[in-house]
């Protein structure tokens, strides 16, 4: 498998030591199963705002604030210092929430690096030892739903 170029620097780092194959690719973010310290991890690539194929980018980051004003400028003006801010903002988003749920105990993926755009962490497995489903793949009974959705607000 060509390895691609987002996990070079990873692999060139020695953060992860071997790409096995892609799980899955979505609108925002493409995902590998990696090696890393001899587990199984994966490695989320964020794609690059050109090739990202949802609408509406502004639902995705209403409400987000910027704590420097510079930045903050340069993104309301869209000038070429605010385009990338505002890419750095968007791929960093999905982390700093990871790593606040996780700090207050919260179940999620256990996030391991974030570098250059790229998030590495716990691959959550099925009952196969696998890669777990997607939520919106798996099939519950109705009852097995309300079931987890009261597990979960019991864990919250």
Excluded: C
Aim: glycine content about 8%; aromatic content about 8%.
């Amino acid at each position: 498998m060509r390895v691609p170029e987002a996990l070079l620097p990873l692999l060139d780092g020695g953060v992860i030591h071997d790409v096995i194959r892609p799980l899955m690719s979505g609108k925002e973010a493409d995902v590998f199963l990696v090696e890393v310290e001899g587990d199984v991890m994966v490695a989320k690539t964020y794609k690059e705002a050109d090739n990202r194929s949802f609408k509406h980018r502004a639902d995705y980051t209403e409400g987000r604030r910027v704590k420097n004003s510079r930045s903050q400028r340069a993104m309301a003006k869209r000038s070429r210092f605010g385009k990338e801010e505002i890419e750095a903002a968007w791929r960093s988003a999905e982390v700093d929430v990871i790593y606040r749920l996780s700090s207050a105990g919260v179940r999620v993926p256990q996030p391991y690096a974030f570098v250059d755009g790229v998030l590495v962490m716990e691959l959550i497995r099925g009952w196969d030892g696998g890669p777990a489903p997607r939520l919106v793949d798996a099939r519950l009974t109705e009852q097995e739903a309300w079931d987890l959705f009261h597990m979960l607000l019991q864990e919250a």
